[in-house]
């Protein structure tokens, strides 16, 4: 079985296994499963098992694979962009759209020298999203920006819930916020004892496909949010850019924020600004730093079963 190589990068601890060879991938994917190799150009079977989406599994289990929060797939562009966007979560499942897969991903495609950059288009599941390489710090780190599209922001009833400390007293504001992907953002008092790794999960199902789940607070400064995620498909992650750009959109809304603040996830802080008369429409832009973490060679038959560990006899 060939080699495949992928690149890691991180936004704010949000790491994505990036693979800029996606026929590579896909072939990988199906020898993986027991198909025998493609011959060049043919895309391989339509129908049947999600091949790829068991190597994504497999490739970003923390324990028996590489470790990531996802997988990201160059593909080529179809809709008016530069290059698509593939985006495979931690358990396989293919998502619309990750505000810091975006922002890791038009790195990774510039440092390739896929595109000469400092802009890049690039096509999603959620529409075309344009990328803005800022800043260079040095080698394999930057400052991105990415438009986040139109955010539309929809007020729910307030959550109480034993497992949401002083909501029972006093239930949490909550928003449903569709950033390309589908968002529960609750406003709570304070983010000390909640913990995320309980709620999470229950919280994830209650929308038919599954959401992301933000725990946001104001501060700890003026312009400024803090979060905690649950991300969809990958569960506790250290940040969300789709989560940050939600959660500025949903307290925004309810005239709590401002268009510009500072999210500071548990990983570290991104900038979110906010644009447009229909405070329920906004159009989102988020902004921080990336970082290459390494490149990797990965046999895939090497690769262990995703949640299962052998024990030698």
């Known amino acids: 079985m060939s080699v495949l190589t992928l690149v890691k990068y991180h936004g704010l601890g ?11 991938l896909d072939a990988a994917a199906r020898q993986r499963a027991g198909h025998a190799p493609t011959e060049p150009g043919d895309p391989g079977p339509s129908t049947g098992a999600d091949h790829v989406g068991e190597l ?3 490739l970003c289990d923390r324990h028996t694979g590489v470790g990531a929060d996802g997988l990201l797939i160059l593909r080529s562009a179809v809709s008016g962009g530069d290059v698509r966007m593939e985006l495979r979560n931690a358990d396989g499942g293919r998502a619309e759209t990750s505000g810091n897969g975006l922002r890791c991903f038009a790195l990774a495609t510039i440092e ?3 595109l ?12 075309v999203r344009r990328a803005i390489l800022r800043h260079r710090y040095g080698h394999g780190s930057a400052e991105v920006s990415v438009e986040m599209g139109r955010l539309r922001v929809t007020s729910l009833d307030p959550v109480a819930d034993v497992l949401l400390p002083g909501s029972v007293a006093l239930p949490w504001p909550a928003w449903h916020v569709d950033a390309g992907n589908p968002h529960l953002v609750l406003l709570a008092p304070s983010l000390q004892g909640v913990v995320v790794a309980a709620i999470g999960p229950a919280l994830e199902k209650q929308r038919p496909g599954g959401q992301n789940v933000e725990v946001a607070t104001c501060g700890p400064g003026n312009g400024e949010l ?6 969809r498909g990958a569960g506790m992650t250290l940040a969300c850019g789709t989560g940050s750009a939600a959660a ?3 307290l925004h809304s309810a005239g709590i924020s401002a268009d510009r603040v500072r999210v500071h996830n ?3 802080t991104v900038e979110v600004i906010l644009a447009g008369d229909d405070p329920l429409a906004v159009v989102a832009e988020l902004a921080g730093p990336v970082q290459r973490v390494a490149r990797i060679e990965v046999e895939p038959a090497d690769l262990g079963e995703p949640g299962v560990v052998a024990v030698a006899p």
Not at 226 to 231: A, N, P, R
């Open 56 to 58: 994504a599994r497999a």
């Open 14 to 24: 949000n790491d994505f296994l990036v693979a800029l060879d996606g026929r590579g």
């Open 248 to 250: 500025a959109a949903a």
């Open 116 to 127: 000469p950059g400092p802009e890049v288009a690039i096509e999603t599941d959620a529409g």
């Open 266 to 268: 548990p990983g570290g």
């Open 112 to 114: 390739a020298g896929y």
């Open 226 to 231: 803090s979060l905690l995620v649950w991300e």
